[in-house]
């Protein structure tokens, strides 16, 4: 149970990616409650109290926050779609938040993409409400089309086909009436992408007082890629599904050239989402496509990276990310001297991938600072079954 001479921090989601911000959270003296819909959720062990609730149900959360009301200093994610709660529940508390707008926004793949239109390069979408609405739309994808669930990240939700390709109405209806509460599906041109470059990045921020404090990018690898095609072992292509990731680099190999291309999309779309008039700090991020036609902002949200790049390869490479986001959601500021321990990383290289079995997605990862030696350990690892998450990051005691 909570003691309540202490700061009480409320951290939704527990899974493996949160366990070195729950570990930090409690060897810095915190309470801390941790909600998760896994009754068996990793972060559980360190917490004060662990509530088995969805993440993104705010009724049932309700009853996480009247538990902790009183003595509550601040509410966080880290690496999960919970971002929405988070924010809203910080805002009923009048605790640390990212403005409810962006995180609406955000959350809503319609709704981003409305936002988007005229300000960047978009793909050409509709959103769906009707079988007959969707047959009258598949001609006018030349290169295909992919089907989204509104309120899914990543590749949850995703769905891809070839042009004049058709869904028989009972398997569209399944995925019309996939969440109960919009009855809605977003279709969209499949975009192709440059030939032999890697095809998606995540680009993660950090903005203080309106400045970009913190800029990582992360190349994602896609079974489209040849990076993976040419180095990585044939099997683990074997379970997966259109727009699922296989792993990533960070940092990006990209030249610094197109590095600087992408802050200057990220500081772009911070302005128009209005990040410079943010007090204090808050996090932004962006999965950008690098399609022929140029990038192409696929995602975006105010929460660091899900799929280890905040939790585990920016660990690897020095970043105190775990630690930071703490700092963010208590409002507290970092001067010039934390700015360097807290986002300055190191000159290394990680690989991370993943596999996915029996409707699990197993981690994997490397560490190094030649690129072409870290697929040959990546092999090894995966040949040896060595998991991420046996790593001693997360396995640490208190």
């Given at each position: 149970m909570p003691t309540y001479d202490k700061k009480t921090l409320w951290m939704i989601a527990g899974g493996d990616m949160q366990i070195p911000a729950a570990f930090y959270a409690k060897k810095k003296g915190y309470n801390l409650i941790v909600s998760d819909k896994n009754p068996s959720a990793p972060c559980k062990k360190y917490a004060n109290k662990f509530f088995c609730i969805d993440i993104v149900d705010l009724k049932k959360n309700e009853i996480v926050e009247k538990f902790v009301k009183k003595n509550l200093s601040g509410i966080f994610t880290i690496g999960s779609d919970a971002h929405y709660t988070s924010n809203y529940f910080a805002k009923r508390n009048k605790l640390h938040?990212?403005?409810l707008k962006i995180s609406k926004i955000c959350k809503n793949k319609n709704l981003t993409r409305k936002f988007l239109y005229g300000k960047f390069p978009q793909p050409r979408s509709f959103l769906l409400s009707s079988y007959n609405e969707y047959l009258k739309k598949i001609s006018?994808?030349?290169?295909?089309?992919?089907?989204?669930?509104?309120?899914?990240?990543?590749?949850?939700?995703?769905h891809e086909f070839n042009a004049n390709q058709k869904l028989p109405q009972k398997k569209f209806l399944k995925l019309l009436y996939f969440n109960k509460k919009n009855q809605k599906i977003l279709m969209e041109e499949k975009l192709l992408s440059q030939k032999?470059?890697?095809s998606e990045m995540s680009a993660e921020t950090i903005w203080q007082d309106g400045k970009i404090i913190y800029f990582n990018c992360v190349d994602r690898i896609f079974p489209r890629d040849d990076i993976g095609l040419k180095k990585l072992p044939k099997f683990l292509y074997s379970n997966y599904k259109p727009g699922y990731e296989i792993g990533h680099i960070n940092p990006s190999l990209k030249p610094k050239k197109e590095i600087l291309k992408v802050k200057k999309i990220m500081l772009k779309l911070?302005?128009?989402?209005?990040?410079?008039?943010?007090?204090k700090c808050h996090v932004l991020k962006a999965d950008i496509f690098f399609s022929k036609s140029g990038p192409i902002i696929l995602e975006m949200t105010p929460r660091l990276s899900g799929g280890y790049d905040s939790t585990g390869s920016g660990i690897a490479r020095g970043l105190k990310l775990s630690e930071a986001i703490i700092r963010i959601c208590l409002g507290e500021r970092f001067n010039k001297k934390e700015i360097k321990t807290y986002?300055?990383?190191n000159n290394k290289k990680?690989?991370?991938?993943s596999r996915y079995t029996k409707n699990k997605r197993l981690f994997y990862s490397t560490t190094g600072i030649k690129i072409n030696n870290l697929f040959k350990n990546i092999k090894r690892n995966i040949k040896k079954n060595i998991l991420l998450k046996n790593n001693k990051i997360f396995n640490q005691k208190l």
């Open positions: 938040h990212t403005n006018r994808f030349n290169n295909g089309y992919t089907l989204k669930q509104l309120n899914l990240s990543g590749s949850k939700g995703f032999n470059k890697i911070g302005g128009f989402l209005g990040y410079k008039k943010l007090k986002f300055k990383s990680v690989l991370v991938i």
